[in-house]
């Protein structure tokens, strides 16, 4: 995994600093885009004589996507001038008004963007500007295609492009850019093709953990990545193995909270094999080690699933406690979604033992939370449990405000959370 990111990143960093080609065309699935964008802002933090410009924004018809590229550029323009403001130095001017007048085909109003930030940087030194237009998924190909068209050089540079250096995405499954630039043998353009594939990140992470000249602590990190990858792929018992070797390198260290770390990931895999019994005892293990450490995240994630499978084990009491520390965790964490997460949970256990009341508060509080905190999917759960306790008691004043409520979380897409 370190090697191709490092490989990744050298070859972003090379292409910045060449001056034979204006385009890299980057192959990628949807999947590896986040990792691309993450390098790219790790490069703009590094390089203090070149401006980054990142632009993750779907793909949809040029328009649209031309627009959404603008405006982000607008509010990058205001925190800008903030930091400007500050130093005492004079603001960047509006955008210039080409950038937004619709009646121009976005191409063009997309150049006048760059070449409004090129503008701008400073003209001695050697200073590029780093233009990413990289879709985190690309939803209009054909459109997405003729804005990358108008940015390959077709002839002498134009004003423009002087200093610029553009990166663009293609669809690594189903390539689109990369077929017809070399059929038209289109000049200044290179082309990568990285493999961010499951199977290539699992090879690298093996590679790595079985490299004797990577450091140790990269051999472990990569380790737990590979038990993570195991029980995802339902590799129980490899899983299990790793993660034993794991917790017996921690141990020689002392470090109670990565031995916490490794008890809950042999816990996930024991319940996800439908081994709940042995799972708690690796779950309550875990916080045995994590409450002689500072990690009251892992403390947070240990008590969670330790309630979640006493659940699962009809332990209801027990569920109940867990619960109830990992919702004071969470408050003092200041994790609103998984404070409601435990508050639902809180809720069914009161329904359970018949305390409708108590089942009813909570699922409020909860619900409040969620609306405060952006937490649709969990609400549209909060508010189904609602729905039948108020339908049960004839309450139908408030039945009718959830099912309004709801109908309204459905018609923006959040289905019911489990």
């Not at 950038?99 to 930030?117: S, T």
């Not at 009809?314 to 109830?324: K, N, V």
């Not at 809180?346 to 405060?372: H, P, S, V, W």
Request: net charge negative; with cysteine.
């Amino acid at each position: 995994m370190r090697r191709l990111l490092e490989e990744l990143n050298d070859t972003i960093a090379d292409f910045v600093d060449q001056n034979d080609a204006l385009t890299l065309v980057v192959a990628a699935d949807d999947t590896s885009m986040a990792v691309i964008v993450k390098t790219l802002e790790g490069l703009d933090e590094q390089n203090g004589a070149d401006v980054f410009l990142v632009f993750p924004d779907d793909a949809g018809p040029p328009d649209a996507y031309v627009a959404s590229l603008v405006a982000r550029l607008e509010a990058q323009r205001t925190q800008i001038n903030e930091l400007l403001s500050e130093e005492g130095k004079p603001p960047w001017p509006e955008l210039p008004p080409s950038c937004h007048d619709p009646r121009l085909p976005p191409a063009e109003r997309l150049h006048a963007a760059i070449g409004y930030v090129r503008a701008r940087m400073p003209e001695e030194g050697d200073h590029r500007l780093v233009v990413a237009l990289l879709p985190i998924a690309i939803r209009d190909p054909a459109g997405y295609a003729q804005i990358v068209a108008s940015l390959v050089p077709r002839g002498p540079i134009q004003p423009w492009m002087r200093g610029t250096r553009m990166l663009v995405r293609d669809d690594r499954g189903a390539p689109f850019l990369i077929p017809a630039l070399r059929n038209a043998e289109a000049p200044g353009v290179l082309v990568y093709e990285p493999d961010f594939s499951p199977s290539a990140l699992e090879a690298a992470l093996g590679e790595e953990a079985l490299d004797p000249e990577t450091p140790v602590a990269a051999r472990m990190q990569a380790l737990m990545q590979l038990a993570a990858l195991d029980y995802a792929h339902q590799r129980f018992g490899a899983a299990i193995e790793k993660y034993s070797i794991l917790f017996a390198y921690y141990e020689g260290g002392n470090a109670k909270e990565m031995q916490a770390l490794c008890l809950q990931g042999i816990g996930d895999v024991l319940r996800r094999a439908g081994r709940p019994a042995e799972a708690k005892q690796r779950y309550q293990q875990g916080l045995a080690y994590s409450a002689e450490s500072p990690a009251a995240v892992i403390t947070l994630n240990l008590c969670v699933s330790a309630g979640d499978v006493c659940l699962e084990l009809g332990q209801i009491d027990e569920a109940d406690g867990y619960f109830g520390i990992a919702d004071k965790l969470a408050s003092k964490l200041l994790n609103p979604s998984t404070k409601a997460d435990c508050m639902e949970k809180q809720g069914i256990i009161q329904e359970t033992k018949g305390n409708r009341r108590g089942a009813l508060e909570l699922y409020r509080d909860a619900a409040q939370m969620c609306r405060e905190f952006e937490y649709p999917e969990r609400l549209a759960s909060v508010l189904e449990r609602l729905r039948i306790l108020y339908r049960g008691a004839g309450l139908l004043v408030e039945l009718g405000a959830v099912e309004q409520e709801l109908a309204g979380l459905r018609a923006s897409g959040h289905g019911v959370s489990s």
